[in-house]
Each structure stands twice: as structure tokens, then as C-alpha cells.
């Protein structure tokens, strides 16, 4: 009775509620962690481990491949912020004028491809591509009077269908995001804008601009994220993890191919270890860059 | 409004073109957009295997069939069709109900179990209760393919591979689910919490009776984009199941993605049908689900 009143006082309460947290963070995220970094230092086949210190990383910066995958991962993190922080940022401001109409259907048909998964949307991004003289990008070429391409066995042309498939699925999904920030700045900012004088350019860049900051934030840390951590959509586009020449080989393809098409899981964590050192380094530089340390405290509180 | 001096009809006139430049930039990156699922749409009405070496025909006047969903739909009525056409059939609808349990069981577990951690962070103040919230923006920001292998290892020695229990839990504190609900209560009224105290409710009958009903919304946007998620995901799921007839809709599809095109035709058709489930619920739940997802980029 009386382990049943403390249960149910105030003060017990919250623990229980936040319990399955503790849990799961411990279970399913702290020893996984800790256990991937210890695992880096070891060489672990068929349940038999044995420590081999720095060995990991030694054989992993003399690895081509694994430069190869860094290099891949880093450019491809970069040319999608490229691409999808001020496209999305000028279409939803566009969207959001009262300029444009219809604007509901827009937002509907512009999201409908983050719906898809990546396996069906690199499957139709692998097919359009095609070197077959109907894919509809070789038909294009047939229009403009040009031969059909192998799009997927070159670098340029492969990374094109890449980065399009990125561009196609979250545009759609950026647009919405600037267009709630959009939403959440003060109309009576551009008012006093017009009774001062200024022009749309002047309004975007003195309040649009930085009132969107914490979008921008948002969408440049996810980005960063997705961009780094990318595997799948090169997966699908090349039907395997395999590209010609490893063109489309990223980091967390590589630790795939290395953790679990060929068991070697030391050295797989190695590479994990890195891509969070590398996802550190990124996230700490962002946030010195754009200041936001102070809105890390602000929801800690 | 009159359009009485020269200046203000020329700004009408921008107007009209500005209105008339912006609508057709959208109308256009709707189309472009809408480009590719119409051509597969398109292509799962023809030959299926010649779309693996000719590419998808745009050309309207190729012939059209339902060959494909036939063929699809062929365990319905397998007397019409040949074996191996029936038994791929099989195993595409077992991936499909396999996809729908797991993304049912997932979606209602990540809920409960995420509302009643966000409410005991929200409506409580405990010694904890900043380094806990402090570790599930934490959470966040480490990329789950780095935890992957390791948590694969562990799921092994647990034993809980080949299971729907493998691809759930670890993701079942989904901080992000977490984050939006805190949100969503810390801006209800407290003052409920007290009058029910005061009318003799327990602090969990008060979360499940009186805080539950009012966090309603916030449940209906965190579960299209739960349901959103666990249909698509694939990498995890992946590495969890090792028997074909437990793989998910798209772990399966995956697999009908040979380099020989043999299955080409199912596998056209099978994607195609394979977008509806979320597509209905996302016509249906849209209002919802930009809630969810947006609430994260405007609030910081």
C-alpha cells in the first residue's frame, strides 16, 4: 500500500513516465555507440575478438576506397546545400507573395514525391536514365539531336540523376519548411517596411532573410545529416552497391559493404567512427558559424 | 480599387504579370515534378519486360495493358494464371501485409511511448529533467547509420533478428516524436493538471484522461509522419529480416530489382500500387502532417 502511494506521488511520477527513455538510451543508443568504438580498436570475425589497437585506422587512411567514399560523401553533402537551401528558400518566398495562385495545389504535387521511398523513386530515376534509346532523358537528347548517353557509367552524368533524385524528392519538403517560417514572421515588419521606403529586395534581404534564420538553420542541419549519411539513393540508382569506378560510393555504403558484405566489423565501426568525427566537426563549425549555441540553451531549459 | 492614376495602373499591370509569371514558374516545377510517377505510372501499363532494356516509353501510342497488375493481382485467382506468376504474387502481398503490420505496431508503440515521455518531461519539474531533455536533442543529432552495425550485433545476441520487435524498438523513443509533443503540451494550460489533482485523479489517470484527449492533433501529425516513415524505411529493416517471407514491401521490391529484368513487370505494377496506402493518407491527413513536420523549423 505504501510502495503504491510513493508510486503514484508527484515527485516518483515523472521518473516513471520518462523510464522507457533511460532505457532505450542506454540499450539502444549508448552501448551501441560506446560498443561501435570499442569495436573500431578490435578485429572481430565470427564472435572472436581480439584487440589490435590503431590497426583500424592505419589501414583505413591508406585505403583508396575509403578516400574515395569520403570525398564522394563530402561533395555530394555540399552541391545538395547548394541546391536545396536557396532554391527552396526563393520558391517559398515567391509561393508565399500574393503573387501566386492556386497556391494550395502547388504545395500538394510539390510534396507528393517525398512519399515515395527510395526504392521506388531510384527505381524510376534509374529508368529514366536508362541507356536505352527510350529513356526519357535519351529521348530528350533524340529531340535536342543528340546521341543517346550512358548516363549511369560516367561520373558527371551518373551524379546529375543523383542530385536530380535529391532535388525531386525534397524540394517539395524545404518549400514547406521556409514556408511555415515565412508564416511565422510579423506582417507589421514589412508595413513599417513600406512606410520607411523600402523596395522588395531591400524587405527580403533586411527582414525576410533574418527573420528565416532558424529555418535556415533547421534546414541546412538536416541537410548536412541526410547529405553525409547518404547510401540508399545510390544504391537504388545503381542497383547494388556497386558503381562503375565507384562513382557513386559514400561512406555509409562503404561501412555496409564492409560490416555486412563482408563481416569485417572492426573495421566497419572504423568507419563509423570516422563519419561521426567528420558529423562533429560539420555540426560544430555550423553552429560557431551561425550562432546558435544560445538556442541549444534555450531548450535545455 | 480604382485604378484612377497612370501610376497605379502600371502597378496593376506588373501585378497582372508578376501574378501571371509566378503561377506559370509553379505550374511548370509542378509538372516536372509530377514527371517521373506519371512515366511510371504510364510504365506499369506496358510490356513490363521490355521496360528493363528500352527505358520507360513515353510514346502514347505504344500498346497498353493491365497485363502487369494482372499478374500482380494473379494469387486472387490463380486458376488463370501460371504458377510462378501466382507464387510472386504470394509473396508480393505477403511483403505488403508484412509492411502494414509492422508499420501499425510501430506507429501505435512510437506514440503511446513517446507521448507518455514527452508528458513526464513537460509537466513535471524533477532533477533530471534538463539532462534528460538535454540527451534526447542528443539523440538527435548522431546519425543512426553510425549506431547501425553495432545495434545490429546486439539485436543478434539478443536474438531478436528476423523480428518485427528488431526494427522497432530501437527507434521506439523516436526523439524527434519526443520534441514535437513537449511542444505541443508545454503551450496547454497547467492549471488542468491541479483541478483534476484536486477532484482525486492519479497522476496517470490525469495523463491518459485528461491530457490525452487534448494533445489529439499532435498524435494525428506524429502518426502520419510515424506511418510515412516506418512504410518507406528500408535500410534497417534490411539488415533485421533474413527471410524473404518476412521482408517488408520494400525490401522485397528491392529484391525484384535483378540485373537479368526477369520480374521487371511485377515490379513496376508492385511499385506503383505500392505509393497508394501512403498517398491516401496523405491526401486525406495533409493539414496534420505539415503541423508535424514543420513545427521542428520554426521553433528552432
Known amino acids: 500500500m505504501k510502495a503504491k502511494k510513493i508510486l503514484y506521488s508527484q515527485k516518483i511520477a515523472p521518473y516513471v513516465f520518462v523510464l522507457p527513455f533511460v532505457l532505450s538510451l542506454l540499450i539502444f543508443w549508448l552501448y551501441p555507440l560506446v560498443s561501435g568504438i570499442v569495436m573500431s580498436f578490435q578485429e572481430v570475425s565470427f564472435g572472436v575478438t581480439s584487440w589490435i589497437g590503431t590497426a583500424n585506422y592505419q589501414k583505413l587512411f591508406r585505403d583508396s576506397f575509403f578516400t574515395t567514399a569520403v570525398w564522394n560523401s563530402v561533395e555530394y553533402m555540399a552541391l545538395t546545400l547548394l541546391l536545396m537551401v536557396p532554391i527552396p528558400m526563393v520558391l517559398a518566398v515567391l509561393m508565399e507573395s500574393r503573387l501566386t495562385k492556386a497556391r494550395g495545389v502547388w504545395k500538394v504535387i510539390m510534396y507528393i514525391p517525398a512519399l515515395t521511398s527510395v526504392v521506388i523513386s531510384g527505381l524510376l530515376f534509374r529508368l529514366m536514365f536508362s541507356e536505352g534509346e527510350n529513356g526519357q532523358m535519351n529521348v530528350i537528347m533524340h529531340m535536342l539531336g543528340q546521341p543517346s548517353q550512358a548516363w549511369l557509367r560516367a561520373r558527371f552524368t551518373g551524379w546529375c540523376a543523383l542530385l536530380l533524385l535529391c532535388v525531386w524528392r525534397w524540394t517539395g519538403v524545404n518549400v514547406l519548411y521556409y514556408v511555415s517560417g515565412l508564416k511565422s514572421i510579423d506582417t507589421s515588419l514589412y508595413e513599417s517596411g513600406d512606410i520607411d521606403g523600402a523596395n522588395a529586395w531591400q524587405k527580403f534581404r533586411y527582414i525576410t532573410l533574418p527573420l528565416l534564420k532558424p529555418t535556415t538553420v533547421y534546414v541546412i542541419t538536416i541537410s548536412v545529416f541526410a547529405g553525409l549519411s547518404m547510401f540508399l539513393e545510390s544504391f537504388m540508382i545503381w542497383a547494388g552497391n556497386n558503381s562503375p569506378k565507384n562513382i557513386g560510393l559514400t561512406i555509409v555504403g562503404y561501412l555496409y559493404k564492409r560490416g555486412i558484405e563482408r563481416n569485417e566489423m572492426g573495421y566497419a565501426c572504423a568507419v563509423g567512427v570516422v563519419l561521426m568525427v567528420i558529423a562533429l566537426v560539420i555540426n560544430f563549425i555550423q553552429l560557431v558559424a551561425t550562432g546558435t549555441f544560445h538556442i541549444g540553451k534555450k531548450k535545455e531549459d | ?300
Not at chain 2, 503540451?185 to 483534476?196: G, H, I, R, V
Not at chain 2, 485528461?210 to 499532435?218: F, V, W
Open chain 2, 1 to 300: 480599387m480604382a485604378n484612377n492614376t497612370p501610376k497605379q495602373k502600371t502597378m496593376a499591370a506588373n501585378h497582372k504579370v508578376g501574378t501571371f509569371f509566378a503561377t506559370a514558374l509553379f505550374a511548370l516545377i509542378s509538372a516536372l515534378i509530377a514527371f517521373p510517377l506519371v512515366c511510371g505510372l504510364l510504365g506499369s501499363f506496358r510490356d513490363g519486360q521490355k521496360v528493363i532494356t528500352t527505358g520507360m516509353s513515353l510514346d502514347l501510342k505504344s500498346p497498353v495493358s493491365l497485363q502487369n497488375y494482372q499478374e500482380l493481382f494473379a494469387m486472387f485467382s490463380p486458376d488463370n494464371f501460371s504458377d510462378d506468376v501466382v507464387v510472386n504474387s504470394r509473396s508480393y502481398f505477403n511483403w505488403y501485409k508484412n509492411s502494414l503490420v509492422l508499420t501499425i505496431t510501430t506507429v501505435v508503440l512510437t506514440l503511446l511511448v513517446c507521448y507518455f515521455i514527452a508528458y513526464g518531461l513537460s509537466m513535471y519539474k524533477f532533477k533530471l529533467q534538463g539532462f534528460l531533455f538535454f540527451m534526447v536533442i542528443a539523440t538527435m543529432s548522431v546519425p543512426f547509420e553510425i549506431l547501425m552495425l553495432p545495434l545490429y550485433q546486439e539485436i543478434n545476441t539478443i536474438g531478436l533478428i528476423n523480428t518485427n520487435a528488431g526494427v522497432f524498438l530501437p527507434g521506439l523513443c523516436a526523439a524527434s516524436t519526443i520534441f514535437f509533443f513537449k511542444q505541443y503540451m508545454t503551450s496547454l494550460p497547467k492549471e488542468l493538471l491541479d483541478a483534476a489533482r484536486v477532484d482525486g485523479c492519479t497522476e496517470y489517470g490525469i495523463s491518459v484522461r485528461i491530457m490525452m484527449p487534448i494533445t489529439k492533433p499532435a498524435f494525428a501529425s506524429m502518426a502520419i509522419l510515424c506511418a510515412m516513415g516506418s512504410w518507406n524505411n528500408m535500410l534497417w529493416p534490411m539488415l533485421v529480416f533474413r527471410d524473404t517471407s518476412k521482408f517488408t514491401l520494400q525490401i522485397g521490391l528491392n529484391t525484384l530489382l535483378t540485373p537479368y529484368g526477369n520480374n521487371y513487370n511485377l515490379l513496376i505494377a508492385g511499385s506503383m500500387f505500392g505509393i497508394i496506402p501512403i498517398l491516401v493518407i496523405y491526401l486525406i491527413f495533409n493539414r496534420y502532417l505539415v503541423e508535424g513536420m514543420t513545427s521542428g523549423a520554426v521553433k528552432g
